[in-house]
């Protein structure tokens, strides 16, 4: 069965090291005859949550600008792979203002009970892929546990990530000697 796979390249560096190891793994599952969209987050205007709380009552945020258009996409694709860069020992700004939006998500399933994804639809799994500059001990610590929550809210199920410290310009993780080929495999997993 073919299945609808997203990616969202979250880095502002678009030649960056995070959008080469998603470009792989979107070829991979474009070459195995799934339906492949790939977006980039520079591109959509993303207001940060104001916190309103006004989505509490029915889901619908009250910021008019591009998120709907992401929303969609997040709950029709059977598979996921987020590509972010580490900023500051966490996930870089522009995925976490992503991630942030889904809030009136979080207010349709835990405060209104409502499913967000098909539940008749195949699993939703979900891969993220991340580099950092540094070797620092922990260091995709945080995002992951962003990411995670992200992904649960959703049920997305999190695939065993491909995470790569010490690559830090732009282009520095094509001389990895395994990065791409662990990608190739973990998106062949993701849509085994
Ligand atoms: C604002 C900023 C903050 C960063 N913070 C960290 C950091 O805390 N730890 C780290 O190891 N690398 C850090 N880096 C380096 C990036 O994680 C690294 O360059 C990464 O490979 C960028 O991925 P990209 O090319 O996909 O954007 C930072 C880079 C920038 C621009």
Same mark, same amino acid.
């Given at each position: ?10 880095? +502002? ?17 474009? *070459? ?30 009250? *910021? ?16 996921? &792979? ?16 992503? &991630? ?18 098909? +539940? ?40 065993? +990530?491909?995470?790569?410290?010490? *690559?830090?310009?732009?282009?520095? &993780? ?16 993701? *849509?085994?």
């Amino acid at each position: 069965m073919a299945l609808s796979v997203l990616g969202i390249a979250c880095s +502002p560096r678009r030649n960056g090291n995070t959008t080469s190891l998603l470009l792989e793994g979107m070829k991979t599952a474009e *070459i195995e005859g799934h339906i492949t969209e790939m977006l980039y987050l520079s591109d959509f205007k993303i207001t940060p949550c104001q916190g309103c709380g006004a989505c509490s009552a029915n889901g619908v945020c009250v *910021i008019n600008d591009d998120v709907p258009k992401l929303q969609e996409r997040l709950i029709h694709a059977d598979r996921l &792979i987020l590509a972010a860069p580490i900023f500051f020992m966490g996930l870089n700004a522009q995925t976490k203002i992503l &991630i942030d939006r889904m809030q009136p998500f979080w207010a349709l399933k835990y405060l209104h009970h409502q499913s967000l994804a098909n +539940p008749a639809g195949p699993d939703r799994i979900g891969l993220f892929l991340s580099t950092a500059g540094t070797q620092k001990k922990d260091l995709f610590k945080c995002a992951e546990r962003s990411i995670q929550t992200f992904f649960h809210m959703l049920d997305i199920k999190y695939a065993q +990530p491909c995470l790569y410290g010490g *690559i830090d310009l732009a282009g520095e &993780i094509i001389e990895h000697s395994t990065a791409f080929d662990d990608v190739r495999k973990a998106t062949q997993r993701l *849509i085994s």
